[in-house]
């Protein structure tokens, strides 16, 4: 069934576009994947999971036609049905129901023409409360007809008519909500710092805290910011778990789950950290740890990275490769964070050898297919990123010889400039003083430097490295 899927004519236009197309089953079970998210973010996810899986398409498409009739978004209803139709034409969710079609857009169109006849009753009547409910009224509803960009400009013009710091707040979150549908990620920012700088005080603040952490790590990870989006997930109160719908929007099911900012803050920092930071700020993070308890294969590979077993740590990343290119946010960038886990795990296991066999290397960190491990190697070492030589001969990766005395030398000189400088500048203030000019201090004041003890000091190290 999967292969004849396949050779459908959609999955056949995917590999042409050069879409990824994942052909192994993934580990998860779709049906309790997806009832994590509700409303859009539902549909959203089940339709790029069925759009790159022909192992879960027709269910996957099943579930986000099913959805999508509950909705008012009839072009998204018709574009589904559409796409399963040239992957199973036989299936009977791939046939229209025009009658709903129909029935749908009659009634959206009179709601329409109700919310914007009320809207300017309203305006007319120059009541501030009611002209804002009223351009919120109709944001939502632009929003669930998939309207983004008419729900944007509606949510903007409650702007003017807010008369509380909540009201703000609300219209902030909404516009982060609207923009991160739109995956506007610079008008995500921007919502979001304006949400930060809400004058909302104690509890109500508090509330936002998470939503704007959790949010602005989405964002950072959508533009490339690796290390900035795990610092803002690693930063997200254990309080998103529970905490209470915000702006009338349910973020853990609407937006970005919690098993997301688990996943997505773990392979972030795993990639982007050091040993040293993953034990402190990711293992160590009581708020975090709450989480990752929610999938413990992040926290089993975090683990199994600082406890420098680097092959068990790629072989669980990799277990979960197919589930990562379904998720809609990983998907095109999975690559660069697996890639930069890989070459961090080679850099840190080679760091103890002077030599190493291609071989032991090879099988240590599989190349991908396609290329080899001497390819891979070679790219880190014209990258700056490994510091190494191969040897093509013996099949060997050796670490350049360094010469501890020529090291101790060339400290030992520098240091000799810089106490050489400094005499010559007491030298020169002595000099003034001893002509009668004044010698002003420094804002800072000028502190007495202890020039002899620091140079008996950095002798008895040198001494020490070179064995007196």
Not at 98 to 127: F, G, M, P, Q
Not at 155 to 181: F, G, Q
Not at 352 to 357: D, E, I, K, L, N
Not at 455 to 466: A, E, P
């Amino acid at each position: 069934m999967a292969s004849s899927i396949e050779q459908s004519p959609f999955f056949q236009r995917q590999n042409s576009k050069g879409e990824i197309v994942v052909k192994d089953p993934p580990k998860f079970d779709l049906e309790s994947y997806i009832a994590n998210y509700t409303g859009y973010t539902r549909i959203h996810r089940l339709h790029h999971i069925g759009a790159h899986s022909p192992y879960l398409a027709v269910d996957a498409y099943r579930l986000a036609i099913a959805e999508a009739k509950k909705g008012k978004n009839v072009a998204l209803y018709t574009a589904l049905v559409d796409e399963l139709s040239s992957i199973a034409p036989n299936d009977p969710a791939a046939l229209m129901d025009t009658a709903w079609a129909e029935k749908k857009t009659r009634e959206v169109r009179e709601e329409h023409d109700r919310l914007e006849h009320e809207l300017k009753s309203y305006k007319n009547n120059l009541i501030k409360e009611s002209i804002r409910m009223g351009n919120e009224d109709l944001g939502h509803f632009y929003y669930d007809t998939g309207d983004f960009s008419n729900a944007h400009k509606a949510y903007m013009k409650m702007r003017e008519h807010c008369t509380s710091p909540k009201h703000l707040a609300d219209m902030n979150l909404r516009l982060v909500y609207v923009s991160i549908a739109q995956k506007a990620w610079t008008s995500v920012q921007a919502n979001l710092a304006k949400s930060e700088a809400t004058q909302l005080k104690g509890e109500e603040k508090a509330k936002l805290e998470p939503i704007i952490s959790a949010s602005n790590g989405l964002c950072q990870m959508a533009l490339s910011s690796y290390r900035e989006a795990a610092t803002a997930f690693l930063g997200t109160s254990a309080a998103y778990l529970t905490m209470e719908p915000a702006a009338y929007i349910k973020w853990q099911k609407e937006v970005i789950s919690p098993n997301d900012i688990a996943v997505y803050g773990g392979l972030c920092a795993l990639a982007y950290m050091d040993r040293s930071e993953l034990q402190n700020k990711v293992l160590g993070n009581s708020e975090f740890r709450n989480f990752l308890e929610l999938e413990p294969h992040i926290r089993r590979a975090i683990n199994l990275f600082c406890n420098s077993k680097y092959s068990a740590c790629l072989e669980v990343l990799e277990g979960y490769r197919n589930d990562y290119l379904l998720d809609v946010y990983l998907s095109k960038i999975l690559n660069t964070i697996y890639n930069r886990i890989r070459k961090k795990s080679i850099v840190q296991y080679f760091i103890p050898f002077s030599c190493v066999t291609l071989d032991e290397m090879a099988s240590k960190f599989p190349a991908a297919e396609g290329r080899t491990i001497e390819q891979d190697l070679e790219e880190m070492i014209n990258h700056g990123n490994l510091d190494a030589r191969i040897d093509l001969v013996d099949r060997l990766l050796i670490s350049p010889p360094t010469d501890p005395r020529h090291d101790v030398q060339e400290e030992a000189l520098k240091m000799a400039e810089t106490y050489d400088h400094t005499l010559r500048l007491r030298l020169m203030r002595l000099n003034m003083l001893a002509a009668g000019m004044e010698v002003q201090q420094n804002k800072a004041g000028d502190k007495p430097s202890s020039l002899g003890s620091g140079i008996s000091d950095t002798f008895r190290g040198l001494g020490q490295k070179i064995g007196f």
